[in-house]
């Protein structure tokens, strides 16, 4: 819960990176909670700054109800964000187009949701998603055009053309994931926002997804926004990494650099707690105390005393780590952040771990 | 976590070529095809395989939890030597709590949601050990204890509960009984990662102490090859692959094996491209195991089968 006034009326915005698609600005949500006359709010997000640059897949990466999937939707403009600024090629849309999205922004930027069965009626066709789409943005004129169109994007999504011709109903998860690719891109975006797009499929055919959304930056230049909570899929496919906590950014920079090199105790918490065959057993209950205390109430900043910006225990201070081409971050460790949101989502469910008579 | 078994004893379970069959209307599916495994004293057997190969009807064949139109058509399932398929009603509910016991995904649903926790414990000693409210209560705390949750916990309400602290206490129900073998079918699958790495290391450490066996049910390789001793991997109802996990992971031998390993990229190392398996892909007529290598069985894959795919 907080009361605290939208951060952005506080503080000058940086500007839009030169090469971001999206660029977001003091971006935040709060939720209403308790009844019709509550004043109170739950603050989904605050105060988010994130670019998605061009030719770039930039994975979101954090827990359940850390606010990675409110970013996306607040992009989709499926939900009205509280305050700030998304800025699409330098536009800002929330003031372009206040109400709601336009043809034209929906063109540029869609969407693909985790769950393939919800997002095409089992009733339809695969070629009847497809041409939809297209007809509705202008991408075909005629039969001939629309039928090369359709072909090509079932080729770009390896799936066969015999199967346009099928009902989604008739497709494996992977199948019609697959076909909700095809239908984002049979509008020809420039972005597209991916919501959790395997963790509903069959595990053997994963990896084949990941693969098609590498393709896809590299053969086609599309910008991706890649929402997960599996930082192994994040690192595969992902140029950059933003790691989020409890509604706002912690760290983030070159995914392979982030992983190798997590900065923030957080980060380093959820990278320990990936199953690893090849570190087997290397779970410590002392040093995860240690790790939670040093999110939620850290004395001191490794950085303290660099000469960017000073550090500070109110203000989310982003300190610049390693070579520059990483364009790795990390939130100032002093900074702490809403304590009744952060604990809620770091809970300890267990004795004190540290207390040797628990171990 | 590894420190493998002793194998001079009998194995606690022994399924021989155990078939179940769903019979529907029009036709008959079967789900678990001709399949075989042990899990010896304090053994941590793993089984992997995907939505739907199988792998949880197995388990609830092991229970004897089949429904119609599910049924057992063939094979025999041994527990401590007995046939289980033989055990009348009554040793069927001995067998069910207090020597098998069973963890499922959702512990919301294993929880009575209008029912403290504490009086959920409780039940199980009233019920099954017939002991007195107030010995149960003692016994109740000190299982609490043992999953580390404050034994205050006792009067809240499942839903006042974080997820985590639910599926404790579903384990801790689980062995309040001591049960030589514990089922566990995908436990910390909707869990966050950080909660699920301390349930896991948990696990392991009841299993240490108090020595029961796990047959182990996930989709997840990594975190399988973790917790098990030895696992298999199950595909449409047939074993592929059954090998130590250690042995499994290291030298995986047959294709669909090495999908599902693949299917969770290395968080370290170079970053080179992995193959799954191909849309669409499909074995049949899975032949029986052979054994390759001490202890590491695969099932022959033909020759000029096309597996790989989605291009890197």
């Given at each position: 819960m907080s009361t605290a006034a939208p951060a952005t009326s506080t503080r000058t915005d940086p500007p839009a990176?030169?090469?971001?698609?999206i660029s977001l600005r003091g971006l935040s949500v709060d939720f209403p909670v308790g009844?019709?006359?509550?004043r109170t709010v739950v603050?989904?997000?605050?105060s988010v700054d994130l670019d998605v640059e061009r030719r770039e897949i930039m994975a979101l990466v954090g827990e359940s109800g850390s606010g990675k999937s409110t970013i996306a939707r607040c992009i989709a403009r499926l939900e009205k964000p509280t305050a700030g600024q998304i800025l699409v090629d330098g536009v800002d849309v929330l003031r372009s187009e206040p109400r709601r999205a336009s043809r034209a922004y929906r063109r540029k930027v869609q969407m693909i949701f985790q769950d393939p069965f919800g997002s095409?009626?089992?009733?339809?066709r695969v070629h009847q998603f497809l041409e939809r789409a297209a007809r509705l943005h202008g991408r075909a004129t005629g039969a001939e055009q629309m039928r090369e169109l359709v072909e090509e994007l079932m080729a770009t999504v390896d799936l066969?053309?015999?199967?346009?011709?099928?009902?989604?109903?008739?497709?494996?998860g992977g199948q019609r994931q697959r076909v909700s690719i095809a239908r984002a891109l049979a509008v020809g975006p420039e972005v597209i926002l991916a919501?959790?797009?395997?963790?509903?499929?069959d595990v053997s055919v994963r990896i084949g997804v990941l693969n098609l959304m590498r393709r896809l930056r590299d053969e086609r230049g599309i910008s991706m926004l890649f929402i997960t909570h599996d930082l192994a899929s994040a690192r595969y496919v992902a140029d950059r990494t933003t790691v989020m906590f409890a509604g706002e950014l912690v760290e983030s920079g070159a995914s392979m650099a982030l992983m190798a090199r997590p900065a923030h105790p957080y980060t380093q918490l959820l990278l320990s707690a990936v199953p690893d065959p090849s570190r087997a057993?290397?779970?410590d209950p002392a040093e995860r105390a240690r790790l939670r205390a040093a999110v939620l109430?850290?004395?001191?900043?490794?950085?303290?005393?660099?000469?960017g910006p000073t550090c500070s225990r109110t203000e989310p201070v982003r300190h610049d780590v390693g070579?520059?081409?990483?364009?790795h971050w990390v939130r100032c460790h002093l900074y702490r952040p809403a304590a009744d949101v952060a604990s809620r989502a770091l809970a300890?469910?267990?004795?004190?771990?540290?207390d040797p008579a628990a171990r | 976590m590894s420190t493998h078994p002793s194998r001079d004893d009998a194995p606690v379970l022994e399924v021989t070529d155990l078939s179940v069959e769903y019979h529907g209307e029009h036709r008959t599916v079967?789900?678990?095809?001709r399949v075989s495994f042990t899990i010896g004293r304090g053994e941590i057997f793993g089984l992997a395989g995907e939505s739907g190969c199988g792998k949880s009807t197995a388990a609830n064949a092991v229970m004897r939890l089949l429904r119609e139109p599910a049924a057992i058509t063939g094979g025999t399932i041994r527990f401590q030597g007995r046939d289980v398929l033989a055990l009348d009603a009554e040793e069927l509910r001995t067998l069910r709590w207090r020597e098998v016991a069973m963890v499922f995904q959702s512990a919301m649903s294993s929880?009575?949601?209008?029912?403290?926790v504490g009086d959920q414990i409780v039940d199980i000693f009233t019920t099954h050990?017939?002991?007195r409210k107030s010995v149960a209560r003692e016994r109740a705390a000190e299982l609490l204890e043992l999953v580390r949750?404050?034994?205050?916990?006792?009067?809240?309400?499942?839903?006042?509960?974080s997820g985590g602290m639910r599926q404790r206490v579903v384990i801790a129900m689980a062995v309040a009984l001591r049960p030589q073998l514990l089922i566990m079918d995908e436990?910390?699958?909707?869990?966050?990662v950080v909660v699920q790495q301390e349930i896991m290391a948990q696990i392991a450490e009841l299993q240490r102490s108090l020595g029961f066996s796990v047959l182990f049910i996930t989709h997840d390789m990594s975190l399988m090859i973790e917790l098990s001793h030895r696992m298999a991997v199950m595909y449409a109802g047939r074993f592929v692959e059954t090998a130590p996990a250690r042995d499994l992971f290291a030298h995986p031998r047959h294709p669909y094996t090495r999908a599902l390993i693949n299917a969770f990229p290395p968080l370290s190392g170079p970053n080179t491209p992995l193959v799954g398996l191909r849309e669409g892909v499909r074995f049949t007529d899975i032949p029986d195991l052979r054994e390759?290598?001490?202890g590491h069985w695969v099932a022959p894959v033909p020759v000029g089968t096309v597996i790989d795919g989605g291009r890197a």
């Open positions: 990176a030169p090469d971001a698609v009844g019709l006359f509550s603050r989904a997000l605050r095409l009626n089992p009733a339809h066969p053309a015999e199967m346009l011709e099928s009902r989604a109903f008739e497709l494996s919501d959790e797009p395997t963790s509903m499929l057993g290397s779970y109430e850290a004395d001191s900043c490794p950085f303290d005393g660099d000469p070579p520059a081409a990483d364009r300890v469910d267990t004795v004190d771990p540290t | 079967r789900a678990v095809d929880l009575n949601p209008v029912m403290t050990e017939r002991l949750i404050d034994p205050g916990r006792l009067r809240s309400y499942p839903h006042q509960l436990p910390t699958t909707a869990l966050d390759e290598a001490p």
